[in-house]
């Protein structure tokens, strides 16, 4: 894609296209082979192999092919160690370990017989265990072979199915911005991480609660002053124990966290060098389809929504007639909206330069709001739920808060310490007013309700707030570029050097490089233009539907934007092809002609071709051919073209050359 490494591996990977199946192979049998699948992300393997197929780096039926023989061969070996090894194998250390598992996977297989065989294949906790236990059983071998058989031809496209879908995404993706591709990834894996994180540590706090509990107890049982709040926060008999597991950390974490941060700031007013360094980095990946992302969730965590939002939730309350619970949430409303810009006055921490939002940044409003009201709504649904969806509930409103502060970041507007110490008070606030709930004997509402009546009210507010801000939003928190003039003559004369020599896209890796400079309004230049073919090439979501047409006409395809410093084109135009389309592209550089009310656009001219990973998938793809489009267009233009210089940088698909576009009472250059 658009990644040094990836880019290698993929190149190395369609050069031993036997090594790809051979790996693929590999990972499918230490997946499926008892013991060794039990520690080997086998199924990662698979996901990526699938993202690979959708990039035309290896093909599907041979991967296909590949993972199932891998999936049959682990089966068999896992059943022939099962009828040798029996017993013995069965208590070996890593599965003594998992006694559990292994007592349902042996009750699993006596229940279902052979039907059990094939549907643990796609169940991950079974599937390296089931075939050893049905050869400790005496399942005959032909029938589990042909079990086996038929459960690895249907297991190996579930999991490279969804890698083929995320792959033909990325891919996508990488066709507008390398930017896009990571920015995506990270987005996808920091919110699996955030579910996982979630569920991993309700999961083992659960079952310690009682235990803790019983210690707590026993030690309040001695301190007459602290004793009977104590007692009545960890009162064993709840239903919620677990999720009070939670809020303990929540508050002494919390509270902790947000004192050091601010004790931090105080000594050191920030930015320390690696909060800098995030700041650069992030501004250095903003994407414009990312930008609608991130806004749409600072605008989740305005006044405009959490203040409706909140009251909205407080009205419910009152008219369930839980009183008590409603003076807590009214609590957390006040705390949300009172107490960040009383420590933003005292702390008076500037916010990062360049930033078109007034006001203080430490700690973050957005931040501590969204996570005190949020988080309190949780808290308070929580407890009337089944423990099966609290886990599911809390890692939602985790991902909605984290998200909301993420984008503070993203757009330029905050520091990670504002960040940080925003999500430490709010959720400290949050646990201590949940907990000082269940203190006062607060009747806990329906919860199933109350996470509906939330839901409502966060999609109403927040979606009629997103309608009515986002597009005023967006260029309010758009990054700012500054504006350089040229005279003329100077740009003509040598100073077209200042400008870019190259798509500035991920890390300043060179692969798209700019050979068109226009000194012309982008509508003078598609009219000029537009007696020899160049057409409009604008992009709408319903025009992506033509990839999933069989064997289309590439110049049918869509033209996807790219994104050149954080910005897509201000003028994109297509022109017929054989076996694709020309597509010239420029941007606004942010430079100026001195005396003209022109921008400097600059872009290249490139052919737009198509790749076929699957039959009935066809993605767009920007070949590397820069100089033959190039003459195209300088034919074209006729009278614009005030002259063809050359760089003294290039490499095999461009020549350094660049074009430099004008109106003809443009001054003519006083040499080359």
Known sequence: MEHPALEALLAWIAAHPAWAGAVVFAAAFAESLVLVG???????????????????TVQLAPTWAAASAGALAGDLVSFWLGRRHGARLLAHRLLARRRELVTRAEAFVRRHGGKGVLVARFVGPLRPVVPALAGSLGMPWPRFAALAAAGAVAWAPAYLLPGIAVGASLALASEVAGRLVLLLALILGLTWGVFAAVHRLYARLTPRAARLAARLIAWSGRHPLLGPPVRALVDPERPDLGSLALLGPLLAGGVAGFAALAWQVARTPPPTPWEEALHRTLQGLRSPLVDHVMVALTELGDGAVLWPFGL????????????????????????????????????????????????YAFPSGHATAAAAIYSLAAILAAPALAPAWRWLLYASTATLVLGIAASRLYLGVHWLGDVAAGLALGGAWAALVGLACRRHGGTPPRGAHLVAVSSLLLALFGGTHIALRHEADLARYAPRVPLRTLAPAAWLDGGWRALPAWRNDLGGRRRHPLTVQAAVAPAA???????????????RARDLLALLVPDPDPQTLPVLPQVHDGRHEVLRLALPAPGGRLVLRLWDAGWRLAGWDTPILVGNVSFLGAARPLPLLTLPRTLPRFDG???????????????QVRRGEGGPEWDGGVLLLAPPDITPPSGG
């Not at 393997?45 to 690979?52: C, E, N, T, V």
């Not at 309350?317 to 009172?338: D, I, K, S």
């Not at 489009?629 to 002259?643: I, K, S």
């Open 525 to 539: 230049l598609a009219r000029a233009l537009a007696a020899q073919g160049w057409r409009p090439a604008p992009f």
């Open 38 to 56: 039990l520690v080997v992300p086998g199924a990662v393997f698979m996901f990526a192999a699938g993202a690979l197929v959708a990039t035309g």
């Open 629 to 643: 489009p190039r003459e195209v267009l300088a034919r074209h233009a006729g009278a614009l073209v005030r002259a």
């Open 312 to 359: 909205g939730v407080l009205a419910w309350l009152l008219v369930q007639r839980r009183r008590t619970v409603a003076v807590h949430w009214a609590l957390g409303l006040a705390f949300a909206f009172a107490v960040p810009p009383i420590l933003k006055a005292l702390l008076a921490v500037p916010r990062p330069p360049g930033a078109m939002v007034a006001g």
